[in-house]
């Protein structure tokens, strides 16, 4: 192929001109800029048409217009008819109710795992669904955890810790099937590696309450986890105790997921669930 028909290819051009390159990325950077400038007018104003909105961000009334389509598509934006103007969508309040269920079970969530962590010596973390892993937002540590390690803002596997089978387990179908599609990563010895194995144990966490692991992510570290519900009972969090297996051993798992259990019904009620 010559050089003449390489770059008759978009793509082979694109891949022989960086400096192109740098300049569309330059402009998605400057096209985004703009959009959430879009929905920062509309916040301050309410009502926005489209020439007052190009007038703000200093663009032709075409680039405004062509903003306003891409976000009303996405559902951030909606237009009244009758006036012709802009106004924030409901695509904007789904996006801030879900920072603000993250936000109010983290702290809501302080006072409940502190005591937790008191009562049971361990570390207890909240942890929330994020894409394919589970986060933790909140930690308290107990007595006996001093020198565990921090899980606040770390991302882990769903399949191989007892939160991310909280929330796994509670999933609607589809999305839960399309996650247990996905290879399950190992991680040491005792780890659920196969969808049909792992679907069989979601099912008794839905029946028992509570999702535990032994070593399942780490040697030598087991844990206990519950779920937290909004107050629409749609679990949006899991609430975990763990620790060194010779500190929860088998036989003291039970009691301590009991007790897990107990603590995430507290900060379900507290986040309206049973009202």
């Known amino acids: 192929m010559t050089r003449t028909q390489k770059q008759s290819?978009?793509?082979e051009e694109k891949a022989a001109n960086p400096e192109k390159n740098g300049r569309g990325s330059a402009s998605a950077v400057q096209s985004v800029d703009r959009a959430v400038s879009v929905l920062e007018i509309?916040?301050?104003h309410g009502e926005v048409g489209v020439t007052e909105i190009a007038d703000e961000l200093d663009v032709h009334k075409s680039t405004a217009f062509r903003l306003l389509g891409v976000l009303e598509n996405r559902g951030l934006v909606a237009q009244a008819k009758d006036r012709g103007k802009y106004y924030l969508g409901a695509g904007v309040l789904r996006l801030a109710g879900a920072a603000a269920v993250r936000l109010?079970?983290?702290?809501e969530g302080v006072p409940v795992c502190r005591e937790l962590a008191d009562e049971l010596g361990e570390t207890v973390n909240i942890g929330v669904l994020d894409d394919d892993a589970a986060v933790n937002i909140m930690q308290a540590r107990g007595t006996a955890s001093v020198t565990a390690q921090n899980w606040?803002?770390?991302r882990t596997p769903l399949h191989a810790t007892s939160s991310g089978k909280v929330l796994l387990a509670h999933l609607p179908p589809t999305l839960r099937e399309g996650l247990l599609a996905r290879s399950l990563p190992r991680f040491t010895e005792r780890t659920i590696?196969?969808?049909s194995v792992l679907r069989g144990e979601l099912e008794a966490v839905v029946e028992q309450g509570y999702a535990v692991t032994i070593?399942?992510?780490?040697?030598?570290l087991a844990a206990a986890a519950a779920p937290i519900r909004a107050h629409d009972g749609k679990v949006?969090?899991?609430i975990s105790v763990s620790g060194p297996v010779y500190r929860m051993s088998s036989d003291r798992l039970p009691e301590l997921a009991k007790r897990t259990v107990a603590a995430g019904a507290e900060l379900s009620r507290r986040m309206g669930y049973g009202f």
């Open 42 to 44: 509309l916040a301050r």
């Open 193 to 195: 590696t196969g969808a």
């Open 236 to 238: 949006i969090a899991a």
């Open 152 to 154: 606040l803002g770390r």
């Open 9 to 11: 290819d978009g793509s």
């Open 215 to 220: 070593e399942e992510l780490e040697l030598g």
């Open 104 to 107: 109010d079970v983290s702290q």
